[in-house]
């Protein structure tokens, strides 16, 4: 009974409580509402008007209990929980849990979010609810943080995986390219390996084939001419398969017998004996000398190079020679004036270690030699007129060489390229295209000198010689290489003179003098003179002059003839000679006068002439060509000159005027026989003195026997002129 008596005032407590709550709840809506405004958390609005808590304040609880519920629509829901503070009777917290809020505790973050924005009571002082916003601002502000947190470190590894797999697949393309990008390199190689191999292969076929073409042909005009009792130089019907045309060709006489071939023999390097300029050697015509081969390289596409024989072509040898010899030579053909055609041959590689000897016969019954000394190492330069590099005698400083070599020498001749701190050459072997047996080394350029050999080797061929020049300066040259005797050059040496070792003149030593020319005994008498050094050798010679020579118009002037035509009245210089023109009389002499005192005037009377300056020439002076010594040169318009500036100059020896033509012509009867004796010339003479008299001009030099012997002129022209009358 009493059991059941608790039960129902328990029952009746909570109904109480419920009622009280619900009484309270829509007594003051307008101040719930009024603070719940004031609350900008996220997910105010979203809260049931039941939605709330009691805030602790001072580690009470408030007096008016405060129900919290997560939803208008859970407003409804049965009390499942009243809690009542153990210790504070007075003041209560009833909290009501609903089925929605314990969903919300159970997903984790509404159930805080909806404590957070739970609603301020009134009784609470100002203070108090902006420290509790601001504690609440706090934890929403730290867990954003921690959110904001999260969200980038997600991020950053997304971003970093992202990254990453980016990478790898950028490795794994470049991987993939550098793949397929050897493989084809590798398919490139085999195929230009392959296509070279195919070349080489047609190539030596068309060389064999060409060869043994030419072989036959040439077998057959042998035999040909052999069975011939004709003249041999006679045309013969002779067929080749040449293009399937029919051509008729010359049949050479018969071939004279070759030589073996010589071996190249290294000579040190002396002063030649002495021997006049110009004069041949003893012997030298009786001699037959072969015309040299010189060796040919030319670099063609992917590294290949091509090695042949080149014949070179003397004066007098025809545009197509037949040759025999070494190696079943062929018919060469002119290339070039000194050239003929390259000739390659299987056997190079022998060829040139024994060396080549080759003869043919001439249109005009003699022989001609080709030869190329067999030897171990071949120097090869660039060519001024041919393409390629071409054999040549030793290396010289500063030029890009290619020197050959026979395997077994190759260690002696790097260590030879090094002397001459050459740059490291690159190595050539057979299947570069270089001969069996033979090694080239390209890019040889020699930078410094390297004294040959005293007694002559094969390896002098490695050791360039000091770059000097022997300069003749000075004295008198009267030719080419000649000077005047008395009047010798200057010898000199230009260049790098650090190994010039000895230096002779006429095969004496010869020494520096005073003034840093060179000089030996005999070198500046008469005759031929030869300087020898070890890098260069120049001849000089010294003659008398010549005592007489026929001179000859030069360089001629105009003196203002109408015409162009009139060149026989123009001067003219030769050298040192002014030659009058040549319509003058013989006895002309060139003199140089002032431009503004034309007019010579001689002892004579008639004896005058005039001097035409050049109108094209500024010049202050005029010549003229006199056939008398002149003594007086006067103006040319001495009535209109000026008398302060013009004087008549004497120019000549003070000569006395000469009277012979006076007293002749007064013993002569009659005004008409004396007219016809006085020539114009003598008029002129008369007037051009007693013109500067009548202007008042004074004679120069101002001494007094000038001025004497000019007015004696003038009395002597006045004379003459009244026996005109």
């Known amino acids: 009974m009493g059991g059941g008596f608790n039960n129902l005032l328990a029952a009746l407590t909570i109904i109480f409580v419920a009622a009280a709550a619900t009484w309270l709840f829509k007594k003051r809506p307008a101040s719930r509402q009024e603070n719940n405004s004031h609350r900008p958390e996220k997910g105010s609005a979203e809260r049931g008007p039941l939605s709330g808590k009691a805030p602790i304040v001072n580690g009470d609880i ?18 499942k929980e009243i809690t009542t503070h153990p210790e504070q009777g007075l003041r209560k917290q009833i909290s009501i849990t609903t089925p929605s809020q314990a969903t919300d505790e159970e997903e984790g973050g509404r159930s805080e979010e909806n404590a957070s924005n739970a609603i301020e009571p009134d009784f609470l002082s100002g203070s108090q609810v902006e420290s509790h ?96 009792t004709a003249q041999p130089d006679v045309l013969l019907e002779v067929t080749q398969a040449r293009d399937g045309a029919v051509v008729a060709a010359r049949v050479a006489p018969p071939l004279p017998a070759p030589r073996a071939p010589r071996q190249y023999r290294a000579t040190a390097r002396k002063p030649a004996p002495h021997r006049p300029l110009g004069s041949p050697s003893p012997g030298r015509d009786a001699r037959n000398r072969a015309t040299p081969i010189e060796l040919r390289l030319v670099f063609e596409k992917a590294g290949f190079c091509r090695v042949s024989l080149l014949p070179r072509r003397a004066v007098g040898m025809p545009t197509e020679f037949v040759v025999g010899g070494s190696g079943s030579p062929l018919e060469l053909e002119a ?82 390229i090094a002397l001459t701190k050459s740059p490291e050459p690159t190595e050539l072997h057979a299947d570069s295209g270089i001969p069996a047996g033979w090694v080239g080394l390209r890019g040889v350029r020699p930078q410094h000198p390297v004294a040959p050999s005293p007694d002559g080797d094969i390896m002098d061929a490695l050791r360039p010689l000091p770059d000097i020049e022997i300069a003749l300066t000075g004295g008198i040259r009267i030719d080419r290489q000649t000077w005047l005797s008395s009047f010798p050059p200057t010898i000199e040496l230009l260049g790098e003179t650090s190994m010039l070792g000895v230096v002779t003149i006429d095969g004496q030593k010869a020494t520096r003098s005073p003034e840093g020319g060179y000089v030996a005994p005999g070198w500046d008498s008469a005759g031929e003179h030869t300087v020898w050094c070890t890098s260069a050798t120049r001849a000089y010679a010294i003659r008398s002059g010549a005592e007489a020579w026929d001179p000859w118009d030069a360089y001629s002037w105009s003196l203002g003839e109408p015409t162009a035509s009139g060149t026989q009245s123009r001067p003219a210089i030769c050298g040192v000679l002014v030659r009058p023109p040549r319509d003058a009389r013989a006895d002309s002499c060139p003199i140089v006068v002032v431009a503004t005192n034309p007019i010579l005037l001689g002892a004579r009377p008639g004896e005058i002439e005039v001097c035409t300056p050049r109108k094209d020439v500024r010049a202050g002076f005029c010549v003229g060509f006199p056939w008398f010594h002149p003594i007086w040169a006067v103006p040319a318009d001495a009535l209109h000159c000026d008398k302060r500036a013009a004087r008549v100059l004497l120019i000549g020896p003070p000569a006395a005027v000469n009277r012979a033509d006076q007293t002749s012509a007064t013993h002569r009867s009659g005004c008409a026989v004396r007219r016809r004796d006085l020539t114009r010339a003598t008029h002129a003479w008369c007037e051009a003195i007693l013109e500067a008299s009548r202007k008042g001009l004074q004679a120069v030099p101002s001494r007094v026997e000038i001025a004497a012997l000019w007015k004696s002129y003038k009395r002597y022209a006045k004379t003459l002129r009244r026996s005109w009358r």
């Open 62 to 79: 408030g007096l008016e209990p405060h129900l919290t519920q997560t939803g208008p629509e859970e407003a409804a829901a049965p009390i």
């Open 133 to 228: 916003r601001k504690d609440k601002a706090s934890a929403t502000a730290k867990h954003e943080a921690q959110r904001q947190a999260e969200e980038a470190r997600q991020l950053s590894a997304e971003e970093s995986r992202a990254a990453a797999e980016r990478e790898a697949e950028e490795a794994r393309r470049q991987f993939d390219e550098v793949t397929r990008a050897a493989a084809q390199r590798e398919a490139l190689r085999r195929e230009f390996e392959e296509t070279r191999r195919l070349a080489e292969e047609e190539s030596r076929t068309a060389v064999a084939q060409e060869t043994q073409l030419q072989e036959q042909n040439l077998r057959r005009r042998v035999e040909e001419q052999t069975r011939t």
């Open 335 to 416: 290339l070039q004036d000194e050239w003929y055609q390259d000739v390659m041959r299987p056997d190079m590689g022998r060829l040139l270690r024994e060396g080549i000897e080759w003869v043919g016969a001439l249109p005009d019954g003699g022989a001609a030699r080709l030869s190329l000394s067999g030897r171990g190492i071949f120097v090869l330069a660039r060519h001024g007129e041919l393409n390629g590099f071409v054999s040549r005698p030793r290396l010289v400083i500063g030029e890009e060489h290619v020197v050959f070599c026979v395997a077994e020498r190759l260690p002696d001749v790097r260590a030879a």
